[in-house]
């Protein structure tokens, strides 16, 4: 008499374990790799419409918004009042922000409040803005929903490692830029009888929008990474110089510290930096945005930087 099977065996059952366990050790990496490729292009649009609003108010104004500015404005009482701007503040109708940007107090420093007032500007800054972050930045900043991955880079700093270390080895060659300079788009600019600063102009940057940088990956601020790991000093997590609003004065920077031969990826404090694997994305002042590779040639990277210095890159040397 013959008898029939009903259930799996348990050598069966571990068998189609294994083999699920394999499957998904085999399509996870595959669907992450997915879910990071849809973030970057995320990223890439984000850059791409910061870049785009920026010329849209350079259309309006006749002037770029600078990476920082500070300016003595008249009260009325015979004290006249100092204040700070960030570049970011200035574009906000411009990225289908109206509503903050028709209420924000250019007359008042980006840090003013006031607690008769329904708004202020510090209350205003603490607004979280979807495009000014990128979402492979995938950790808390709850404490900082102003935080932004986001800023202007204006210029290489003269006395940095970066500069100094790839010059002296020859790999990258002086500039004669105005002034010794080595600055980008949005780099607040000497005027022409060094009497003061000036906003930045279309017209100063003479190497081409399409050649020169003016956004940048400032990421994770102002949780303080360096080199993928988040820094911390005897057990204190630290935090960046900026990067904890899109208001704050000091969220511009320049590059100093230098990854080798990369001027990128090696900390966000005060530095360019992204959450990406490789490389960053640049805002372009055309409004184009590049990937560049962190193992970008340094004497191109600087050349792709500055707005002034006549040194146009042949795309045959890319």
Same mark, same amino acid.
């Given at each position: 008499m013959s008898t029939k099977r009903t259930a799996f065996t348990l050598v069966e059952l571990l068998v189609v374990i294994a083999i699920i366990g394999i499957l998904v050790a085999l399509l996870l990496p595959a669907v992450q790799a997915a879910r990071?490729?849809?973030?970057?292009?995320?990223?890439?649009?984000?850059?791409? +419409? #910061?870049? *785009?609003?920026?010329?849209?108010?350079?259309e309006a104004n006749k002037e770029f918004p600078p990476g920082h500015w500070t300016e003595t404005v008249s009260t009325g009482t015979g004290r006249p009042r100092t204040v700070q701007s960030s570049a970011l503040t200035y574009v906000m109708p411009y990225i289908e922000e109206a509503s903050i940007g028709d209420k924000w107090d250019f007359t008042q420093t980006w840090n003013y409040s006031d607690s008769s007032l329904v708004i202020d500007n510090l209350r205003l800054s603490q607004t979280e803005i979807t495009v000014l972050r990128c979402p492979s930045v995938q950790v808390d900043r709850g404490e900082w929903p102003g935080a932004i991955d986001?800023?202007?880079?204006? +210029? #290489?700093? *003269?006395?940095?490692?970066?500069?100094?270390?790839l010059t002296a080895q020859g790999l990258i060659r002086p500039r004669p830029n105005k002034n010794g300079r080595y600055q980008?788009?949005?780099?607040?600019?000497?005027?022409?009888d060094e009497s003061g600063l000036v906003?930045?102009?279309?017209?100063?940057?003479?190497?081409?929008?399409?050649?020169?940088?003016?956004?940048?990956?400032?990421?994770?601020?102002p949780i303080y990474y360096r080199e993928g790991e988040q820094y911390i000093i005897r057990g204190e997590p630290q935090q960046?110089?900026?990067?904890?609003?899109?208001?704050?004065y000091v969220n511009w920077y320049d590059v100093h510290e230098r990854c080798g031969t990369s001027m990128m990826n090696c900390t966000n404090h005060e530095?360019?930096?992204?959450f990406h694997v490789g490389g960053c994305y640049f805002g372009f002042g055309?409004?184009?945005?590049?990937?560049?590779?962190?193992s970008i040639d340094p004497d191109i990277f600087v050349s792709f930087f500055t707005r002034d210095a006549e040194d146009i890159v042949d795309p045959a040397a890319m």
């Open positions: 990071e490729a849809a973030r970057r292009s995320t990223c890439q649009n984000h850059v791409k +419409q #910061i870049g *785009l609003a920026t010329l849209t108010f350079e986001y800023s202007v880079c204006e +210029q #290489i700093n *003269l006395g940095g490692a970066a500069l100094n270390d980008s788009i949005l780099g607040v600019a000497v005027s022409i906003k930045p102009k279309r017209r100063y940057c003479t190497d081409g929008l399409s050649q020169s940088m003016m956004w940048f990956e400032t990421a994770g601020r960046t110089e900026g990067g904890h609003t899109w208001a704050q530095e360019i930096y992204s055309d409004g184009s945005v590049q990937f560049l590779k962190d």
